[in-house]
């Protein structure tokens, strides 16, 4: 997904968190900001993918400050508040294939941009898909030899679980996380810190600490495993953002809320809405 006009001030904003949560030093901060806006305003044009320049800002923040993990305070909080509200909230939906992905994608409601209490809130309210290909997931799912399933946030590891559980008795799945990090993805440190990293086995990582896949950077086991995926299941606006760029071939299965809205725009779905689709 290319840029859009609006895309300008979300990625300021996006700035201006990544810098403060990097760093306490108020004149290193605003130098840090201003470097930003200055490598936005380089590269942000309508042919560039949001993930790219996303990425470019986060590794220039990092660089600059020596923090390497500016969220990681972030995250230990989702963790605490995920592991609570996931073991309030599991049995709110049925164990079936569209009660486990509904689950799933409730997860994905958590959002670095909201304050967690407004997340808290959000992620009480009933699932419903504006577009939903649950029925051709669920197909889909049942005939594949291998899926890849790619995670998104941090906390959403609780929400994902059950569903991966689901898939394992059709296929291998494989449990993909971010190698180092960016924004509040879940890296390998949080999923065992969050003391799940024997529950979902067979884990690896893209390679990259991009928000979404930048193939560019990616490892050659995670391109491999790609390719030779059945299907790829996708969790989050940042591998829509990147991997909508590539052709259809039905392999890929995107569950996502659409917090922003040239997502929302590129969908043709409410801001806001819970989508499932096939690309």
Known sequence: MKLSPSCYDCLKRLIIQAASMATNDVVERECVIQEGIDILDTYFSRDQVSIVVATRLHDAIKLRTGNSDPYRDMKDIEIAVARTLSHEL??????????????AAMGNAIDFFCPIESVKQEIRQDVSFAIDMSAEFEKRLKSARGILYLADNTGEAFFDLPLLQWMRQFARVTYVVKSAPVQNDITLDELHRAGLLTEFGDVITTGTASPGIDFIQASGEFRHRFDTADIIFAKGMGYYESLSELPSDGRILYCLKAKCQPVSDSLNVPLHSYVTLVQ
């Open 90 to 103: 599991e049995n709110t939906y049925n164990h079936s294939f569209s009660g486990l992905l509904k689950f």
